[in-house]
């Protein structure tokens, strides 16, 4: 239990690539572009999650 919960807690505190995707276009290209990239990821979340709730069958329907 003690290593699940280290390596829990290791991988919570690395960056993953959305992150370094961000930083490295804020750093690169200035701070509205961050913003923008940040924007963009957060509608992609948005739109992907909720088609995730959507069944073939309401596609189809649509």
């Known amino acids: 239990m003690v290593t699940f919960i ?9 960056p993953g690539p959305d992150n370094m995707f961000v ?6 290209r200035g ?3 961050g913003m ?4 963009g990821l ?6 992907s999650h909720r088609c995730d709730n959507v069944t ?6 649509l």
Do not use: N
């Open 6 to 14: 280290t390596t829990s807690l290791i991988l919570g505190f690395i």
């Open 23 to 28: 930083l490295t276009q804020a750093a690169l």
């Open 31 to 33: 701070w509205r572009v």
């Open 36 to 39: 923008s990239v940040t924007f």
């Open 42 to 47: 957060l509608a992609k979340l948005a739109t």
């Open 56 to 61: 073939a069958a309401q596609v189809i329907a």
